[in-house]
């Protein structure tokens, strides 16, 4: 389908410094953990700035983790619009096959609000138990383990509980979720393709795996921003908007990384992360929806970092004091100059020389192995290949029987005309060694390869390490929705 465009305006129309919009850029790029991938912001309704790091792109769709969350609570918020679920019934009312072997009490009390607000009562996540305990029905996996409190008590980051509000949406709207949201927001918001992870059951999972542009998350933030509103069409009920964006329970005690950090201490709401500021959906590596009511103001990011408190530090200090209360007429230089920066955006690419040094049939079809038999967060990678190509060097990841063969083609990025969307950067930072950057589109993954040519071995290291399979064919956006 062909999106209507979101309305575009200069900075300075909307009361932005553009100014500050750099200083993030700024920041962010000098940061040496933070590998930003996207950035857009809309103030007033309109896209004030929007920029995608090369080789990333626009149109490109992204993993964007648990951000997941938010689509899929929307989803439930259309389910309960129309009358087909309701957040005061208990989760078992809704898998009565289940009844005979659910006995725990506290998780036949399970309200299907407690699941939406990651208050099912467990102290930890119990995706791996739900799991081990019923491979093909997680729900039930989920329902044997016994809180550890009463629902609605405590707070704990649990994909179980996530997957099974997922679960409850697609069983009483018979669809999946991206089957369910494409009529009723997807086409509304001029959303376009969209691809959802499913498990063995076939089921869209719901707490991860949604593959979107970040267009999409704009717009998604947008709509909420707007109580549910879009275009002057009610699409939403604004009595949702409210209710799951409201802090449901206290998450001081959150057992993530970031728990004892400020923005991760200001409650949960359905599926929504309040914050210092506003509230966010919030994925792995930096994909962030932050939606600033206050600011009247979406600031949507994709990224590669572990560092995401640094990197909503960052927000807050460039681009909250870039907000201003009135238009301004004074800042179209910096405006111009802003949007010069955003349209030549690019990840460096690694420095090395594009061809191998002398002499080079050194490393003419030379194959090396891990280092120390075993390659460092990557297993499944077994061998690497190097051969001289007719159109330059060629690099070939093994795994297995899979192969993910790989041209570097000069100093720049050169797009890797697989099956799994990647981009390659690399060569030789000298005469003994050679490195290789892929990024894989889709995904904000990079993984880099270094080849010992006096050992003939390599290694390879994760900058994000995948959180959800790791084989490199598996690093794309499942068929689109």
């Not at 992204?62 to 439930?76: D, G, I, M, N, R």
């Not at 009135?326 to 420095?351: I, K, N």
Request: charged share 20%.
């Amino acid at each position: 389908m062909n999106a209507r465009p979101l309305p575009v305006s200069r900075p300075a129309e909307q009361g932005v410094d553009a100014r500050g919009i750099a200083a993030f850029l700024d920041a962010v790029e000098a940061a040496p953990d933070i590998e930003p991938h996207s950035l857009m912001i809309l103030r007033h309704g309109h896209l004030v700035a929007s920029g995608w790091w090369a080789p990333y792109t626009p149109e490109r769709l992204q993993l964007l983790y648990s951000l997941s969350k938010s689509f899929t609570s929307t989803a439930a918020g259309f389910a309960v619009a129309e009358g087909l679920l309701d957040l005061d019934d208990p989760v078992l009312s809704y898998f009565p096959e289940f009844e005979a072997d659910i006995t725990d009490p506290r998780s036949r009390a399970m309200l299907v609000r407690h699941v939406a607000a990651m208050a099912s009562g467990h102290l930890t996540e119990t995706w791996a138990d739900a799991v081990r305990l019923d491979r093909q029905e997680n729900v039930r996996g989920f329902l044997l383990i016994p809180p550890d409190r009463d629902p609605g008590t405590v707070f704990a980051y649990n994909q179980s509980a996530t997957y099974t509000l997922a679960s409850i949406v697609q069983r009483v709207t018979g669809m999946p979720l991206t089957a369910y949201l494409r009529p009723r927001l997807f086409e509304p918001l001029g959303i376009g393709d969209t691809a959802w992870t499913r498990n063995r059951a076939g089921r869209e999972i719901g707490f991860s795996g949604l593959h979107a542009a970040t267009d999409a998350v704009a717009r998604l933030g947008q709509l909420y921003l707007s109580e549910g509103v879009w275009e002057g069409r009610r699409i939403l009920p604004a009595s949702w908007i409210a209710e799951a964006t409201r802090a449901h329970v206290a998450t001081t005690a959150v057992g993530s990384p970031e728990g004892d950090r400020p923005d991760w201490q200001q409650g949960y709401g359905l599926q929504f992360w309040r914050g210092r500021h506003g509230y966010r959906g919030d994925g792995a590596y930096g994909q962030f929806c932050v939606v600033l009511p206050e600011h009247d103001a979406v600031i949507v990011t994709t990224a590669a970092t572990d560092r995401l408190q640094d990197l909503l530090e960052l927000m807050w200090r460039h681009l909250l004091p870039a907000f201003g209360t009135a238009p301004s007429s004074a800042s179209g230089e910096a405006d111009d100059v802003l949007r010069r920066r955003l349209a030549r955006l690019a990840l460096p690419p690694v420095e090395a020389r594009s061809e191998p040094p002398e002499p080079g049939d050194a490393w003419s079809d030379a194959v090396f192995a891990p280092a120390g038999g075993v390659c460092e967060d990557q297993p499944s990678l077994t061998h690497v290949l190097v051969a001289e190509g007719d159109k330059g060097p060629r690099v070939t990841l093994v795994e297995g029987d899979q192969r993910f063969e790989l041209r570097l083609g000069g100093t720049g990025w050169t797009a890797d005309p697989g099956p799994t969307p990647a981009a390659v950067s690399g060569g030789w930072t000298d005469e003994r060694t050679l490195r290789v950057d892929v990024l894989f589109l889709e995904t904000p993954h990079r993984l880099t390869v270094t080849c010992a040519l006096p050992e003939r071995t390599f290694t390879a290291r994760w900058h994000t390490t995948p959180l959800q399979g790791r084989s490199l064919r598996s690093l794309q956006a499942p068929p689109r929705g």
